[in-house]
Structures are given as structure tokens and as C-alpha cells.
């Protein structure tokens, strides 16, 4: 059987709850409170849902460089992906928040960084599905038995030095997915120094998908990218390295295979100034 990527439909999704080889991982998660997407998960979720929490599952700890959200410990996140139910190769995975996308396309862009390519994302999120008023559930789902063997696809990924190596190159386009506001310096919230790599352009990761979080048509998410569609390079990075990942998810749509994220993203830039 075939398998919807890089989305899926809520009403694909619920035709399909009880297909065993499905695991559904709900990404809910708050930059400001990172509690509440545990929190609302617990308080009803997409039946036989798992929750993975964007700093204790999808991250690693903070460290003087690397940014706020670095890439968690390949054996670790291996180990977690396996005992939720997860096969490499097999188990065909949906990943859904109420973001627009920002936290379930960490988890996308993870797991096909680990070689794991059965995966999507929930077009809609979880408030697609509850306006088409598809079940929820209280009920947590016990351990499964998979088994994740990484086969790291390391080219999808790159450091500051990386760049650096790299900026004078004409083939190169680095893609800033922040705010208008926090690209041009103008209103920095969170990082110490405000701006962005030099020869950086900017392509607002919210530009994307809907207020609701429906991704727009394919014809829109070329059309969006038909200025870089012939750069041979093209690295990714937000603040974090986390809503960079909707913008790659987009290029993936748009037909576009040369995305790169910086996983380190601004915040690791700017640790060196």
C-alpha cells in the first residue's frame, strides 16, 4: 500500500486509524510554555496518538553554541522512535500540531534526516480535525515494539562553518523563515542580537499555509519559491532550526530537493558575536 507524502488529509487519516502499521505523533507544543501541548494532550488527543515534546523528544540540551534547539542525540531519538511503535522503512508516520505546521515539520524533516521516509505531516492540524469533527480521545497509548536503525542523510544538514565555507558562492541562497521584522533587525524577541546572515533572503515560514493551517495548493507553494527554483544550494534556518523545517517542508512540495537546514539557525549565528 501507498502512503500520502509529504500530507495527509484529516479525512485520509481517520479512514485509516486502524491500520496497524500507522503511528500518529502529536506535536503540540508552546516556545512560551512549553508544558501546554503536553497539557492539551492529555486533555484529548487524535486516537492512538503518541506526544513527543519538542525540547525532551525532538531536541538535545542547550550547549554555549548550537542554538536553542539543537538536534537531539541520534541513538536516543532512534531509541524513543522505537519504542512508540516506529520501524525504519515500515511504519508509516503522521505528525500533527495546531502550529501551522511548526512543530510536526521538525518532526518530518527528523525523521527523513534518520533515513525514514513514510511520513507526513496533517494538513489542518489538530484543529482541521476537530472541525471536521473527527474523534479525540484521553486514551494513552502503551509502549510498542519497533525498531529505528538511524542511516543519517547528513547532507540535509549544515553548521556555521558550512556556511561561512560557502556564502561567497554564486550557486548558494540562504533562506531566512523568520518575520519580516526579525529579519531586518527591526524587532528582535528572543536572541541577543538582531538581523540576519548577510545574503540572507526572506521567506516568512507562516507564508505557507493558512490562519487555520491548511497548506496552500501546489501551484501556490511554486509559485512562492519560483525565484530560487534554479539555485543549486539553498539552506534553510529560522531561530532555532524548528519553524525553518515548514519552509522545507513547502520547497518539498514545491518539487524543490536542494533544501538544507541550518540546524543551529540564528541563534547559534549570533552565539559567536
Known sequence: MSYPTPLVSCSWLAQHLD?????????RFSLSEPELGHRQYA????PGAVYLDLNRDLSSPVQVHGGRHP??????????????GITSGRTYVVA??????AFASRMWWLLRYLGH?????????FQGWKDARHPTSLVIPTSQDGHVVPMVRSPMVVNRDDILSREA?????IVDSRSGERYRGEYEPIDPVAGHIPGAVN?????????QGVAYSLNQQRSRWQSLKDAQEIIVYCGSGVTACVNLLSLELAGITTGKLYAGS???????Q
Not at 43 to 46: A, F, L, S
Not at 96 to 101: K, N
Not at 169 to 173: A, I, M, R
Request: charged share 25%; proline share 6%; glycine share 4%.
Open 19 to 27: 491500520d496497524p502499521n500507522l503511528v500518529i505523533v502529536d506535536c
Open 43 to 46: 486533555e484529548g488527543h487524535i
Open 71 to 84: 538536534l537531539p542525540d541520534t541513538h536516543q531519538i532512534a531509541d524513543k522512535l522505537s519504542s512508540i
Open 96 to 101: 500533527y500540531d495546531d502550529s501551522r505546521f
Open 117 to 125: 521516509h513514510p511520513v507526513a505531516v496533517l494538513d489542518g492540524g
Open 169 to 173: 558562492s554564486p550557486e548558494l541562497c
Open 203 to 211: 521567506f516568512f515560514w507562516k507564508e505557507v499555509t493558512t490562519e
Open 266 to 272: 540564528w541563534s547559534d549565528w549570533c552565539s559567536y
